[in-house]
């Protein structure tokens, strides 16, 4: 999930629901 997370570094606002999922 992490590496969403980096790749997603733009969607800082979804960073709570990758951390959930």
Do not use: H, N
């Not at 992490?2 to 990758?18: E, F």
């Amino acid at each position: 999930m992490k590496g969403i997370v980096l790749a997603g570094g733009l969607g800082t606002r979804l960073y709570p629901l990758t951390k959930i999922t």
